[in-house]
Every structure is written in structure tokens, then in C-alpha cells.
């Protein structure tokens, strides 16, 4: 006698199921999209082993408002902490990263084309991105975290508040942003 099949888990029976548990969306009207970032969790099987080391659980998922149909899937080293949609150009500034636990905050700048679904990770040197913003076509802010808390207790409520210009942020290469363009006095944010 066949035994019936049972169903035990049914995958993407959630909003936004290609990229986890939601952390953080945004919603822009000029593109008509939704940028999500969220998290998948760990690869873990039974005998407590985990993925190797390339497996990261974050992604940033860009919906079309009207049905939420998924145009892009990206997945991210660290956790999303920022959003920003370029006000003319097709393109989304996404800020990521976290504390590694011993000593360092680090994380990246993605550009995400909105058309194509290219990403650039700009910053040179890896490094916490905690809020990115427009202020021009031309002009980006960011909020960095300290690079460390080395004998920096108060580096959890400080940041580095940088604006990068660049012509076309469209044609920004890889790692293009370096350490002497996010220099920056701390301060409390």
C-alpha cells in the first residue's frame, strides 16, 4: 500500500519570504518599489555542525509596490542598518554591518541598481555603515560607527558623519570609497 504524502513545511507562505524575518523597509514612490532587508538564520543540521563560513543569512529583497512581485534578491555579509533610494537614478544606497564581538564594527556601502540588480560594495576598508542618506543627486551622507571600541567605551553611541560626493553615482566602482574620504571627528548620535 502507498502511504500519502505529508506536508510538514510549506517555504515562502510569508510577505517577503526571500529574505527572512523583515527588519527594515522602505517604500519609494518615484521608483514604485519596497526595499526589505531582513534575516534567514543560520544552516544547522543535527549533528551541530553549521555552513561553512561563506553562508550569511542576511538579504536585501527590492519589490514593485503594485503586488509586491520580487525584482532583486541580494544577499549581504552583515545586517541591513540603512536604506536610501537615489532621487533621480535607479539606484539604492543600502548601509549594512555589525560588531564583530571582539573589537571591531564592520559592515559595507551596496549600491543596488535598480534596473539591472548590480551591486557594488563601495568602501574600501569594511566598516559599519549605520545610516545612509541623499542629500543631492551628487552628494551621499553617511553615519559611520567608530572602526573599533579599543580603549573606547563610548563607541556604541558615537559616529562618523561623512558626505561623499561623486558626478554619477551610477558609475561608482568597487571599493572606490577609501579611509581618507570617511575620515571624520566622531560624535554622539
Known sequence: ?????????????????????????????RSRTVAVGGYLGYVQWGGSGTADSRWTG???GVYEQDG????????????VRSFAFHPVLPLLAV????????????????????????V???LRHPREVLEVEWRSET????VLAPCDDWENPQAYEQGHVV??????????G?????AEEVAAPVEPV
Open 174 to 178: 568597487r571599493k572606490s570609497i577609501g
Open 139 to 142: 552628494e551621499l551622507r553617511l
Open 58 to 60: 542576511h538579504r536585501i
Open 163 to 172: 558626505v561623499v560626493t561623486r558626478p554619477d553615482w551610477g558609475a561608482v
Open 95 to 118: 548601509g549594512t554591518g555589525q560588531y564583530d564581538g571582539g573589537c571591531f564594527f564592520e559592515g559595507e556601502l551596496l549600491l543596488i541598481r535598480l534596473d539591472s540588480g548590480d
Open 68 to 79: 509586491l512581485r520580487g525584482r532583486h534578491l541580494v544577499r549581504s555579509e552583515y545586517p
Open 120 to 122: 557594488v560594495s563601495a
Open 1 to 29: 500500500m502507498t502511504r500519502a504524502p505529508m506536508v510538514r513545511r510549506v517555504f515562502g507562505d510569508s510577505p517577503f519570504a526571500g529574505v527572512g524575518a523583515p527588519a527594515l523597509a522602505v517604500a519609494d514612490a
